[in-house]
């Protein structure tokens, strides 16, 4: 959620007694929270060994981790870039052998369908989680106040899909040719 615009400002008051200051003010707020299931568009942001981070312009915290990427899909590191592999066949013998990454990255690299940064993708949402870190008081280490270097989360964040058809980067339907009348047949 974030303050989309300020309308009105007042001035400025102290209470009495404890020093509060506060100040009454209007405003518009915007609330963004997809539900489970939806359909939305973002742009790709960074991909990683992780997965996929996404981007809608005011939200940035949308991910798409690997087990919600198309089968079989790796992660190339020369391009640091995830790509779809569509035409991959199993051996003789092994119907349900699922590839590994080493076995794609060995493909030829114009069969693969990389999913590239600055890329728009349509996504499903499969879950959302709120954290409420608060941040506590500072812990004394041998005597020293220490600062932890520890990775922080977002408060708020997003998991997507794009491992059903009609989901993944947005040029998919302008590859099937169009009839010259511009109507479908039936």
Known sequence: MFVLSVIKAGEGKVRYGDGCLWHKVVFRLVVFRPFTGEVILAKVK??????????IGFFDDIYIPLNYLPTPSAFDPSERAHFWFPSYEAPAGDPE??????????TPTAERMYIDSGEIVRVRIETDEFYDDEPGPPKAAEGIMAAKAERRRPPYSINCSIAEQGLGPLPWWKTQPEDEDGMDEG
């Open 46 to 55: 960074s991909s990683d060994e992780e997965g996929i981070r996404l981007s």
């Open 97 to 106: 052998h699922v590839p590994t990454q080493h076995e794609l990255l060995d």
